[in-house]
């Protein structure tokens, strides 16, 4: 557990970096237009950012549903909507969308994405549902040790 938990220490720290700077560079282009970062700019977009990030970790002491979520939304549109998205509009001039292997991409990827978006919508209501004692199949995926009343024995 130490080992895992250093691990993810690092991982945290690394995303930091390789994450953050492409984040801050893409913001910038889209507000002003330009590849070129002002010191001014640079520094507003940061504190922003830093602020940003210290609101959701005040707001939710839960990260893990916060990631949950994050995950479900964004993962999903990254893994699966936008691959789907590049494959459809590579297809070759003339070429119809209605083929079979079209279809079935889009009819997978969709329901994959259906899926994390739910899995991010259930989340959202287990933060939101005071009372999980009525709602038994939010509380199987709450808790990890089953308890009589919740039916995930």
């Not at 282009?29 to 990030?53: A, S, V, W």
């Not at 919508?121 to 199949?137: P, R, V």
Request: charged content about 10%; glycine content about 6%; some cysteine.
């Amino acid at each position: 557990m130490t080992v895992a938990t250093l691990l993810i220490g690092v991982v945290m720290v690394s995303n930091i970096a390789t994450n953050y700077f492409p984040f801050r560079g893409i913001t910038i282009y889209m507000i002003t237009g330009k590849q070129e970062i002002t010191t001014k700019l640079n520094l507003i977009i940061t504190i922003c950012f830093q602020f940003g990030t210290s609101i959701v970790c005040i707001m939710f002491p839960q990260v893990t549903d916060v990631l949950s979520i994050f995950g479900g939304i964004a993962s999903t549109c990254i893994c699966y909507l936008v691959p789907l998205t590049i494959y459809i509009r590579l297809r070759k001039p003339g070429e119809s969308l209605f083929q079979f292997k079209y279809i079935a991409a889009i009819f997978y990827f969709s329901f994959l994405c259906v899926v994390g978006w739910l899995s991010s919508l259930t989340i959202i209501l287990q933060m939101t549902i005071k009372d999980a004692h009525s709602y038994s199949w939010l509380a199987c995926q709450r808790n990890q040790i089953p308890v009589p009343w919740s039916g995930c024995e």
